[in-house]
């Protein structure tokens, strides 16, 4: 099993970012996917969340109206769409699928920074 996350970096205030999570070793398409975020020195935190058809998506409030999340089962993948970005956004962002009740997946994580 293998989540692999990639499009991190470094953005302006404001900037967009979108963060992929590539999946394989499992059946993608049946698993609930989620990203999360851990800042320096706090705890981890759910950012996002679809279910396995795609059609339900849950964010936390801080991100509301500017993250969007997106799956594609056919190429087993995950987005993390993210706009406005703003300074407290900046942590590692984790890919996370999960199978009750038994399967937890976790990906290696992504930096995110957000700074001028």
């Known amino acids: 099993v293998q989540l692999v996350e990639s499009g991190g970096g470094l953005v302006q205030p404001g900037g967009s970012l979108r963060l992929s999570c590539a999946a394989s070793g499992f059946t993608f398409s049946r698993y609930v996917m989620r990203w999360y975020r851990q800042a320096p020195g706090k705890e981890r935190e759910l950012v996002a969340r679809?279910?396995?058809?795609?059609?339900?998506?849950n964010f936390a409030d801080s991100v509301k109206g500017r993250f969007t999340i997106s799956r594609d089962n056919a190429k087993n993948t995950v987005f993390l769409q993210m706009n406005s970005q703003k300074p407290e956004d900046t942590a590692v962002y984790y890919c996370?699928?999960?199978?009750?009740?038994?399967?937890?997946?976790w990906g290696q994580g992504t930096q995110v920074t957000v700074s001028s």
């Open positions: 679809i279910t396995s058809g795609g059609r339900s998506t």
């Open positions: 996370n699928a999960q199978r009750l009740p038994y399967d937890d997946f």
